[in-house]
């Protein structure tokens, strides 16, 4: 018992180049009913439900993770809202406020948000990151196979009972790059916060190139054709773990996600769970971590369960590379070879 009391104390996870982990991502599901060409494969072979870890199980993973410095989870999918449960799991996630938990996100596409928003928002949900990649109905549909206006009615939804929202929008060149300027209008109009993200080669079908990145700048440079762009005063040095680089334009807050081209890696403090137990230490990350047993063996009880899990997570953790262009190179090879890792985005949740 001593010994588990000193391990609680002094526990944080930390990895070889001194960054503390403070942020666990749960993807509650794979399952989505979008197909965004830059996260799902074209023929997804979905997790067998039976292979899921039980909220239950979730729950008893992110109680052990608070415990040792996590302050933020969000929930992930494919598509949370499609998995059985979530909502009730939100509301009793709020029990790990009191260990030191401090904020419960959740990233979604929006399409079941109209009729989920106010149980959310009940259930103590902080805030809510919303995927929207095209305002143009018929650009929309070839982007998702879904119909853009469900997603405008969620949105709308959220905003109606007061959950704070941030827009992710993924852009890839000659694909959707013509909306940089339609989102930032309609962001300013609606107050909403608007994030860009660089297309990163986290696709399901692995035909991501370079060449179909639109850079951070390319991005600023369409900006400043209509507004006014400015960095965030003390933003520019990457002191914080946000992922996001921070702008005014004409005022209006906008976060532009630059992995490929301007990386956070640096103060990266995220970890990541898939809903059948597999961990990564970076969303790049070559090979996961199963730890569906020792998570079962947490909420069975299991004696020296709990120091078990610590220690294989301490040294995984511990080993975390410096960041994606640390391994770039590596992936890329992989990728050639057809030999990467078979996980994709709608697996991970970004």
Same mark, same amino acid.
């Given at each position: 018992?001593?010994? @588990?009391?000193?391990?609680? !104390?002094?526990?944080?996870?930390?990895?070889?180049?001194?960054?503390?982990?403070?942020?666990?991502?749960?993807?509650?599901?794979?399952?989505? %009913?979008?197909?965004?060409?830059?996260?799902?494969? =074209?023929?997804?072979?979905?997790?067998?439900?039976?292979?899921?870890?039980?909220?239950?199980?979730?729950?008893?993973?992110?109680?052990?993770?608070?415990? +040792?410095?996590?302050?933020?989870?969000?929930?992930?999918?494919? =598509?949370?809202? @499609?998995?059985?449960?979530?909502?009730?799991?939100?509301?009793?996630?709020?029990?790990?406020?009191?260990?030191?938990?401090?904020?419960?996100?959740? !990233?979604? %596409?929006?399409?079941?948000?109209?009729?989920?928003?106010?149980?959310?928002?009940?259930?103590?949900?902080?805030?809510?990151?919303?995927?929207?990649?095209?305002?143009?109905?018929?650009?929309?549909?070839?982007?998702?196979?879904?119909?853009?206006?469900?997603?405008?009615?969620?949105?709308?939804?959220?905003?109606?009972?007061?959950?704070?929202?941030?827009?992710?929008?993924?852009? @890839?060149?000659?694909?959707?790059? %013509?909306?940089?300027?339609?989102?930032?209008?309609?962001?300013?109009?609606?107050?909403?916060?608007?994030r860009f993200i660089e297309?990163?080669p986290l696709d399901g079908?692995?035909?991501?190139?370079? /060449?179909?990145?639109?850079?951070?700048?390319?991005?600023?440079?369409?900006?400043?054709? =209509?507004?006014?762009?400015?960095?965030?005063?003390?933003?520019?040095? +990457?002191?914080?773990? /946000?992922?996001?680089?921070?702008?005014?334009?004409?005022?209006?807050?906008?976060?532009?996600?630059?992995?490929? !081209?301007?990386?956070?890696?640096?103060?990266?403090?995220?970890?990541?769970?898939?809903?059948?137990? /597999?961990?990564? %230490?970076?969303?790049?990350?070559?090979?996961?971590?199963?730890?569906? !047993?020792?998570?079962?063996?947490l909420s069975c009880s299991?004696?020296?369960?709990?120091?078990?899990?610590?220690?294989?997570?301490?040294?995984?953790?511990?080993?975390?590379?410096?960041?994606?262009?640390?391994?770039?190179?590596?992936?890329?090879?992989?990728?050639?070879?057809?030999?990467?890792?078979?996980?994709?985005?709608? @697996?991970?949740?970004?």
């Amino acid at each position: 018992m001593n010994m @588990m009391t000193e391990l609680e !104390t002094n526990a944080r996870f930390v990895d070889q180049f001194g960054r503390s982990k403070r942020k666990l991502r749960i993807s509650v599901t794979d399952r989505c %009913n979008f197909k965004c060409v830059y996260c799902m494969p =074209e023929h997804p072979e979905w997790m067998k439900k039976h292979d899921l870890l039980s909220f239950e199980q979730l729950y008893q993973f992110c109680d052990f993770m608070v415990r +040792r410095g996590i302050e933020s989870i969000r929930i992930t999918g494919g =598509e949370p809202l @499609m998995r059985q449960g979530v909502v009730h799991f939100i509301a009793q996630l709020q029990n790990l406020k009191k260990l030191g938990l401090k904020r419960i996100s959740m !990233t979604s %596409n929006a399409h079941y948000l109209k009729q989920y928003a106010a149980a959310l928002k009940q259930a103590g949900l902080d805030d809510l990151n919303i995927s929207l990649d095209s305002l143009d109905t018929h650009q929309f549909k070839q982007l998702t196979q879904k119909e853009l206006s469900p997603v405008l009615e969620g949105i709308h939804a959220a905003q109606a009972v007061g959950l704070p929202i941030k827009i992710n929008c993924v852009l @890839m060149n000659g694909i959707n790059d %013509n909306q940089i300027l339609p989102l930032a209008r309609w962001s300013v109009q609606q107050k909403i916060m608007l994030r860009f993200i660089e297309f990163m080669p986290l696709d399901g079908d692995r035909k991501w190139s370079s /060449e179909h990145v639109v850079s951070e700048q390319q991005i600023l440079d369409s900006l400043s054709t =209509e507004f006014t762009v400015i960095q965030q005063p003390g933003d520019s040095a +990457r002191s914080s773990s /946000e992922p996001a680089r921070q702008y005014f334009m004409d005022g209006h807050p906008l976060g532009i996600i630059s992995t490929i !081209t301007n990386s956070f890696c640096g103060t990266c403090d995220r970890v990541r769970l898939t809903a059948q137990g /597999e961990f990564y %230490n970076c969303l790049f990350a070559p090979q996961g971590l199963n730890l569906k !047993t020792e998570i079962k063996a947490l909420s069975c009880s299991e004696p020296l369960s709990e120091l078990s899990l610590h220690a294989v997570l301490s040294k995984y953790i511990w080993n975390k590379e410096s960041g994606y262009h640390a391994i770039a190179q590596r992936l890329e090879n992989q990728r050639m070879n057809k030999s990467s890792r078979k996980i994709s985005m709608h @697996m991970l949740g970004g």
